[in-house]
């Protein structure tokens, strides 16, 4: 920021220079950024026309007893709590897939490979702990309680290829 001064957008009109994509706050990732505003402008719109392959890894509570699956459920604001996110029948469209990349029964959890055709606000989270699968950590979707004492989500980003 020092070194760009206010040479970078923001997203939305908030102050958020060169900030492209980002995880939901308290998640292990990565975020893009970008250092000049045509770049800003570039990966921005893939990200927005799905030019942008994302590819994270979550680790679950709970033996996914699939090897692999896809969710196609709509995600909107929770009719209880408008701070959160649900499967919402009059939601918008929200497409997770999700491969197994490790099952620890010992530890009654599973360590997921999980790609988002769609970008809505915490789909993985919501669809997983939809489910039966929370994401480890997670304080809003699951009770974060688990026995490694984590306390962020546990999805973080593998791959993301432009």
Not at 96 to 115: A, G, I, Q, S, W
Request: hydrophobic share 30%; aromatic share 4%.
């Amino acid at each position: 920021m020092t070194i760009c001064k206010d040479s970078l957008s923001g997203i939305g009109g908030e102050i958020r220079p060169g900030i492209v994509h980002r995880l939901d706050k308290d998640t292990s990732g990565v975020i893009v950024t970008a250092k000049n505003d045509k770049s800003h402008i570039n990966l921005s719109k893939q990200i927005k026309n799905h030019e942008v392959e994302k590819t994270y890894i979550a680790l679950v509570r709970g033996m996914v007893k699939e090897n692999e699956a896809t969710i196609n459920m709509p995600i909107g604001r929770n009719k209880n709590d408008r701070k959160k996110m649900a499967v919402e029948k009059d939601g918008k469209p929200a497409i997770t897939h999700f491969k197994v990349l490790e099952r620890y029964p010992k530890d009654n959890c599973t360590l997921l490979e999980v790609k988002i055709e769609t970008g809505r606000t915490h789909q993985i989270r919501v669809h997983l702990a939809h489910i039966g699968y929370p994401v480890i950590g997670d304080t809003v979707y699951s009770n974060g309680k688990n026995k490694w004492g984590v306390v962020r989500t546990m999805p973080s980003c593998k791959k993301f290829k432009i």
